[in-house]
């Protein structure tokens, strides 16, 4: 028993090293997600795991659970090391057993330049094979990188033979471990006979899985059946039984032209059928998920065996939907329906069975009616606020506490005893509890006064955050705000959804490569988080007279100047304008990086604050400590004593 515990302890804490080395690497917080940038495994299944907030990339759990130094039968001499690779670099050379390209997590010697991937490194070695296999003898492993010829197959190799030391002769390890004829589950009519050439009237495909055939595989020249390795050693269940799925036991009958009771389908030729029903079905189809979330509508939907009689388009790639298969449907809408594959694409559905959870725990009021037009708000329980349908347009100091935005012409509530409490009416409607589009965590609104970054605009903000449950994440209320499908002004004929495996993106309205954008589906538009929560319309000590707005690029041969610094601007990106002055403002200089961080007078700001923003509004400008120029930005961040006129000194200088 003390044993079993230390047992555990130690690979508890094997655990926790491995997660600090990652965090060391990846800003990373707990999800589910699909391919696993540690393994390349995992595109056609979900699994829990860990997402990177810079740049998108998914560790399946098991991945950082690995162990942080093994030994391995392929390289004794030493032990190998864990190495994770940054996101900005590339893992240089490949696996030594697979051939294939190191991902972000492998094990390494670095002594002899030795390198294996995970999925290797966990596979298991024999140091001998023998038995009633292709060879008489027993055949013993040769732990080194040395060229052979395998005497089964013929092929050239370099690497991890396994010898016969009384013969003289090499074989890979599939060709040694391969026996001339075995009798296999999923074709018991025949028994299959081990081949090295593919014979010209076959596909060269493995008849159950799709993969390409090698240098050894299993055959049935009667009925032109074919199994690799990897099949033949791990053969699907002949039969299942799954209630939810069938009421009956399904039966395997590869090899069969048809069409999936369940998603519509006909790419993929191994039905599990029951006879008595004349129902067919993909082994993969058989455990959906059957309440799900996504962000292609507002309602949960459910999966059906079929739909009522009628003309379906598919609610996300509008093609046709076969009304007597299976399909997601919504209670609350009799006339959307989606593909079962849609449905569950990656980036559309969250990856969570909501089968046994209570929708009215996925979002929380932040507020209680009191009367018409007055309300209770969580954030200040001490006074009832009212509103108000309208400022007078021109008091720009009148800040909202959730956005720290002025509220210019925006409905908004007021305490009706404290002056200086003010929240825009869509402020004061966020929901206290809701699960956020980005991360799909549960998140809680709370106010916040000090400064934060946003883990998905990347800006600094004050105000009212969004915090997930175990505090790795903080979303500020712009984009804790944003809902799927978006729909933006600038793009008006098709709706946004956020898309996360964009590391090559470029924001349609700055140029700026993005690693989490939203984007439409129809024609490959893509806004940047931060581009998409710009004001629309704003106030500039360059022209107190009027507001300025936001534009959204022309096509145009006109030269264009920003007032501010002077310089060309390019009027295909997105800039502010005067529509009474016709002037023009680069979106940079007209809000500077802090624009969301309450600015402060230096005279009003305690001792106890080591960092705040203030307006940069003096006669002579200051000059920045980052970058040792005259600040231009509106706003001037102060922290530690330094003055930092943008994001890019504050990092630089700190």
Request: one cysteine or more; aromatic letters at 12%; hydrophobic letters at 30%.
């Amino acid at each position: 028993m003390k044993r079993k515990h230390k047992t555990i302890l130690e690979n508890t804490k094997v655990k926790a090293d491995n997660m600090e080395i990652l965090r060391k690497v990846y800003h990373v917080y707990p999800t589910r997600g699909l391919k696993c940038a540690g393994c390349n495994l995992g595109e056609s299944y979900y699994s829990d795991g860990y997402r990177c907030l810079r740049s998108g990339l998914f560790f399946h759990k098991e991945c950082t659970d690995s162990s942080l130094v093994i030994c391995n039968l392929y390289h004794p001499q030493h032990s190998l090391k864990m190495k994770i690779v940054a996101e900005n670099e590339d893992a240089h050379g490949e696996c030594k057993v697979c051939r294939g390209n190191l991902p972000k997590m492998y094990y390494y010697c670095s002594i002899c330049d030795f390198a294996i991937d995970l999925i290797c490194a966990k596979k298991e070695v024999m140091l001998h094979i023998e038995g009633p296999k292709i060879h008489e003898h027993r055949l013993s492993l040769v732990p080194e990188v040395i060229r052979f010829t395998c005497h089964l197959c013929g092929l050239l190799d370099d690497r991890f033979p396994y010898v016969c030391n009384l013969c003289d002769l090499s074989f890979h390890k599939d060709c040694g471990e391969s026996t001339p004829e075995i009798n296999y589950s999923s074709h018991p009519k025949h028994p299959l006979k081990c081949l090295t050439r593919i014979p010209s009237y076959t596909n060269g495909k493995c008849c159950l899985c799709g993969n390409k055939l090698h240098n050894v595989f299993y055959h049935c020249s009667i009925c032109n059946f074919s199994v690799d390795v990897n099949c033949a050693k791990n053969p699907p269940p002949f039969t299942l039984v799954h209630p939810k799925a069938h009421a009956h036991p399904l039966i395997l009958m590869p090899q069969r032209s048809f069409v999936c009771n369940a998603c519509g389908m006909d790419d993929d030729p191994n039905p599990y059928v029951c006879p008595q029903c004349n129902f067919m079905i993909h082994r993969n189809c058989i455990d959906i998920p059957r309440i799900i979330k996504i962000n292609r509508h507002v309602h949960r939907i459910s999966y059906n065996h079929c739909l009522d009689v009628g003309e379906w388009r598919c609610g996300v790639c509008r093609k046709e939907i076969k009304w007597t298969c299976g399909a997601y449907s919504c209670s609350e809408c009799p006339d959307f329906a989606i593909h079962l594959r849609c449905a569950t694409k990656f980036g559309i559905w969250d990856g969570i069975e909501h089968e046994s959870i209570s929708e009215d725990t996925l979002e929380v009021k932040s507020y209680e009616v009191i009367e018409e037009g007055v309300i209770k708000h969580f954030s200040h329980e001490e006074h009832t606020l009212k509103l108000k349908e309208e400022s007078d347009g021109n008091d720009e100091y009148m800040l909202c506490k959730a956005c720290t935005y002025p509220i210019f012409s925006s409905p908004f509530y007021y305490c009706m005893e404290c002056d200086d409490f003010i929240l825009h009416q869509k402020c004061a409607y966020l929901p206290k509890k809701k699960i956020d589009p980005f991360f799909k965590m549960l998140m809680t609104l709370r106010p916040f006064d000090d400064v934060l970054l946003c883990d998905a605009c990347k800006n600094y903000s004050q105000g009212f955050i969004y915090v997930s449950d175990n505090k790795e994440i903080y979303l500020d209320v712009r984009c804790g705000s944003i809902s799927e499908p978006f729909v933006h002004e600038s793009h008006p004929l098709h709706s946004l959804y956020i898309n996360y495996s964009a590391r090559d993106s470029f924001c349609s309205a700055c140029g700026d490569r993005e690693t989490m954008v939203l984007s439409c589906d129809e024609c490959g538009f893509v806004l940047g988080i931060k581009c998409s929560i710009l004001p629309k319309m704003v106030k500039h000590k360059y022209d107190k007279a009027h507001f300025l707005f936001l534009c959204y690029g022309e096509q145009t041969s006109d030269r264009y100047w920003c007032e501010i610094c002077e310089e060309v601007l390019d009027p295909e990106k997105w800039f502010y304008s005067c529509n009474h002055c016709g002037i023009t403002f680069h979106v940079k200089c007209t809000l500077g990086d802090f624009t969301w961080i309450e600015t402060r007078g230096e005279t009003s700001v305690g001792n106890s604050r080591y960092r705040y923003c203030i307006p940069n509004n003096r006669i002579n400008r200051p000059v920045c400590d980052g970058c040792d120029s005259r600040c231009e930005f509106p706003t001037i961040y102060k922290l530690y004593g330094d003055t930092l006129c943008s994001l890019q000194c504050l990092q630089r200088k700190f």
